[in-house]
């Protein structure tokens, strides 16, 4: 245990319901026990991202019973550890945590951690703001990169580009020798990378998008599209791309399932599969794993950077997600659960 006082009752961001921002509220809850390779974390800061959103309609990859405490990721210190010897490694560190579904996640004052996983060291030079944000985006951003390289893919297509992960990856891919070729739905989007040198941005609500964008992957020759949004998009992104072309499905953001015409894939040799973060992770072995998270904390302030749009207490988390979910490219909005 350390040293430091742990109360018994926290405030917290619950969700009482699978029925989006409406259904959050800011509740007391105990503060929990880390069991068994598990740490307690004190957190500093947790984003609101995309799969949170997801994850309060009841669409992510894991389904806990409300009401839970939501937040895929945060940042913190552990100031108590479980039974088990790994925990005493991480005692007093700065970490980057992570939810696995099986406890409460990271809009809470504490929350607790696995440590087959569910918790990083976060380098000193890495404060504890950039930390709450240096593992869904920066990571996905490197797997996204290092699939590309190993398919040996000069080019991707990417929706959802002016996100923060869409911008990480302009910022990070031409460095890699991998061309991007950006799929963004709004003008304002298109100027927003354009202002980030990106060279090749097709706006999916203009009349010419899809003649557009199938002149791009058969000029850049990109075979590989990492797809956002699902629903139609599916479907238009495995039309632009040329024969034997695969979509990696990553996230909804339509709400709607991926839409696939058959004769994409019975007739052009095209494929669609997906992509989520945690079985990639779960992949590598412990080497491959602190390699790439030792490169993705050196990237943080350059490449790989989230900007901030607001540090937010936790009695304000409900609005804050509400006003993410009206605009979803502005930076991140930051909960500060411990002030």
Request: charged share 20%.
């Amino acid at each position: 245990m350390s040293g430091e006082p742990i109360p018994n009752d926290m405030d917290a961001v619950v969700l009482t319901a699978y029925e989006g921002p409406g259904s959050l509220r800011v509740q007391r809850r105990p503060v929990p026990k880390p069991g068994k390779d598990e740490v307690l974390v004190k957190v500093a800061a947790s984003p609101i991202n995309p799969s949170d959103l997801a994850a309060l309609h009841g669409r992510y990859g894991f389904k806990p019973n409300p009401p839970f405490v939501p937040g895929g990721e945060g940042s913190g210190t552990v100031v108590a550890v479980g039974p088990g010897p790994m925990g005493r490694y991480f005692e007093g560190s700065r970490v980057a945590c992570l939810w696995d579904g099986k406890r409460d996640g990271a809009w809470a004052q504490y929350m607790v951690a696995s440590v087959k996983g569910g918790v990083l060291p976060l380098h000193d030079s890495v404060s504890l703001e950039q930390g709450a944000t240096s593992v869904i985006n920066p990571l996905t951003a490197s797997a996204f990169i290092e699939i590309a390289k190993k398919g040996d893919h000069d080019a991707i297509v990417l929706t959802a580009a002016a996100s923060s992960l869409g911008r990480m990856i302009n910022r990070r891919a031409p460095r890699e020798g991998v061309e991007v070729i950006n799929v963004v739905r709004s003008g304002a989007e298109e100027e927003l990378l354009r202002k980030q040198d990106a060279s090749i941005v097709l706006d999916s609500t203009d009349p010419d998008f899809d003649e557009a964008l199938r002149d791009a992957c058969h000029e850049h020759d990109a075979h590989l599209a990492f797809d956002a949004v699902a629903g139609p998009m599916t479907t238009r992104l495995l039309r632009a791309l040329p024969s034997g072309g695969k979509v990696t499905v990553y996230s909804a953001l339509s709400f709607e399932a991926p839409q696939i015409a058959p004769d994409q894939l019975i007739f052009e040799g095209k494929s669609v599969d997906g992509f989520w973060l945690g079985p990639f992770m779960q992949s590598k072995n412990l080497l491959q794993l602190m390699l790439m998270w030792r490169r993705a904390q050196r990237l943080l302030p350059s490449d790989l950077k989230s900007d901030i749009r607001a540090n937010v207490p936790l009695a304000e988390g409900p609005s804050a997600v509400e006003a993410y979910v009206r605009e979803m490219t502005g930076g991140k909005f930051l909960l500060r659960p411990n002030g």
